[in-house]
């Protein structure tokens, strides 16, 4: 079963930094990942995503602030956030595509594989003004 793990939220006054880590365990099979988040009486939106090759994209409202990254070789994802606003606080929400085998004991093959997505339990960042 893949599981993500996040880390490095807490309180940080505007204008200061924050780093966010992320760890995918369960599989090497591990397609984009990214960051997504959620304001407090807000829908969870996008921050950023990479993928394997290490193409990025990033919501309007971080670009030039925040960077993300990854090192596939230890299954981490990073969320770099810097010049951090107010309306940066929320949940924050680690998101990773992995590949499920739907194997097949008897015949000792995979009788279909997909790409599914999976999230974790989100670290809280705050941003005092």
């Known amino acids: 079963q893949v599981r993500l793990v996040e880390s490095g939220g807490g309180l940080v006054q505007a204008g200061g930094s924050l780093r966010l880590s992320c760890a995918a365990s369960?599989?090497?099979?591990?397609?984009?990942m990214g960051w997504y988040r959620q304001a407090p009486g807000k829908q969870r939106g996008l921050v950023a995503t990479?993928?394997?090759?290490?193409?990025?994209n990033y919501a309007d409202s971080v670009k030039g602030r925040f960077s993300v990254s990854r090192d596939n070789a230890k299954n981490m994802v990073y969320l770099q956030m810097n010049s951090l606003k107010p309306e940066d606080t929320g949940m924050y929400y680690c998101?990773?595509?992995?590949?499920?085998?739907?194997?097949?004991?008897?015949?000792?093959?995979?009788?279909?594989?997909?790409?599914?997505?999976?999230w974790g339990q989100g670290t809280r960042v705050t941003v005092s003004s």
């Open positions: 369960g599989s090497d099979e591990i397609g984009d």
């Open positions: 998101t990773a595509e992995y590949l499920y085998h739907d194997y097949d004991p008897i015949l000792e093959t995979d009788r279909s594989t997909e790409w599914r997505d999976v």
């Open positions: 990479v993928g394997e090759g290490g193409h990025t």
